[in-house]
């Protein structure tokens, strides 16, 4: 006997006048299960269906968006999607309606909203390292080189890229060549302006470095940082998402910047760029900084120290002090891998992260991990290039 069944039995038996006791006993129920169904029994009739279960969800959902503040929702994203610069995530579209004058729902709304139109792509998750992976350094500009792109009757360009980690204050800098030279102007312009951290931190690049063929001479790039007391940082080979936050940008760059428009000539590009970057100083909101815009939040930080120009930059600067880090992973070959050399390790370090700290004025090489000194090798520099 089915549950629909039981109940119709139970009150036909009750109709013929048995005991309710019985009845509930009989059937393993409960007496208010009994006059449960004896009331719905009541109200609908003997002809109605009233022993089939009803559905418990709420008549009404006090919690739903209204179908006119959903399309206005959808309409802002479809405007931020239209300016070329812009954000178009759930933060933005509050941002968006706020200052329409219309009182927007909660963030996590909105983002449920979009994916019922289908608007939020599922993101790749990134790479991570389960190893330990060293921090040194807290006010850190992480940089990039970007390239080589193509204008479509203007030739080959690169970007170099610059965001400061503290603030998300960036700077877009198109160049021509590879040159160590504009890279070097492209900081200088970047720390006159907005100052000067504790360190670069960047990929392995040539340009960034130097020279293949004298790997200790180091180039105009590390020069430059050195003499104003700012120690570069080379993050590991083939690691990219150890400069994450330049790499993000990176991304925005090339999503809400380059494939956005033509650019008719290089001059146009580099006018374009410094717009960008104004921009996205001006409006992009980071939740890591609590949806505030770069240049809120760098009003927030204390003053920086701004670069005086002071150093002529097609000059030699010479190697007098301080040191550069490289950050390697060391692999079962036991050996710590600079560019164009390597040097062997102790078997405990196999499998970790260590750093490689370039000593400028005692002209040595120190592997440290977990800011322990584990080795030292003689690592000789030229005074000039």
């Known amino acids: 006997m089915n549950e629909y069944e039981k109940r119709k039995q139970a009150i036909r038996r009750y109709l013929d006048g048995e005991n309710v006791t019985e009845i ?4 393993g129920k409960t007496r208010p299960w009994f006059y449960n169904w004896l009331k719905r029994y009541q109200t609908c009739g003997e002809e109605g269906e009233w022993f089939l279960d009803r559905s418990r969800a709420p008549k009404t959902k006090p919690t739903k968006v209204a179908s006119s503040l959903e399309e206005q929702v959808v309409e802002a994203r479809k405007r931020l999607e239209e300016k070329r610069m812009a954000q ?3 933060v933005a579209i509050e941002y968006e309606l706020n200052r329409e004058g219309i009182k927007p729902p909660p963030v996590w709304t909105i983002n449920r909203i979009l994916a019922r139109h289908g608007l939020i792509k599922k993101k790749t998750p990134a790479h991570r390292s389960e190893k330990e992976y060293p921090e040194l350094f807290f006010h850190t500009h992480q940089m990039d080189l970007l390239g080589p792109r193509w204008l479509k009757e203007n030739g080959r360009f690169y970007s170099v890229n610059i965001l400061d ?3 998300h204050i960036c700077s877009v800098n198109p160049v021509r060549t590879k040159a160590s030279l504009g890279i070097a102007q492209a900081l200088s312009h970047f720390w006159t302006t907005h100052g000067m951290p504790d360190a670069l931190q960047m990929d392995n690049e040539l340009a960034f470095r130097g020279s293949n063929r004298y790997p200790h001479s180091f180039g105009v790039v590390v020069r430059f940082a050195l003499a104003l007391g700012i120690a570069p940082v080379f993050i590991p080979v083939k690691e990219p998402w150890r ?3 330049i790499e993000k940008f990176n991304h925005t760059w090339d999503k809400r910047f380059f494939r956005t428009q033509n650019f008719s000539n290089f001059e146009v590009l580099q006018e374009a760029s410094h717009e960008f970057a104004a921009f996205h100083n001006a409006n992009h909101r980071y939740s890591s900084q609590h949806h505030k815009t770069p240049e809120q939040m760098s009003r927030e930080l204390p003053d920086p120290w701004l670069y005086d ?7 030699k600067i010479p ?5 550069i880090y490289f950050i390697r992973f060391i692999r079962s070959d036991l050996k710590l891998h600079l560019p164009n050399e390597s040097f062997p390790v102790h078997e405990n370090l196999k499998y970790s992260y260590v750093v490689a700290e370039i000593s400028v004025e005692n002209h040595c090489l120190l592997i440290e991990q ?3 000194m584990i080795q030292s090798f003689e690592y000789f520099m030229p005074i000039d290039w």
């Open 24 to 27: 509930v006993k009989s059937f």
């Open 88 to 90: 178009t995530g759930a």
């Open 165 to 167: 980690t503290r603030s």
């Open 243 to 245: 400069n994450g936050m």
């Open 309 to 315: 120009g002071s150093i002529n930059l097609e000059e």
């Open 319 to 323: 190697l007098e002090q301080g040191s």
């Open 370 to 372: 977990n800011n322990r």
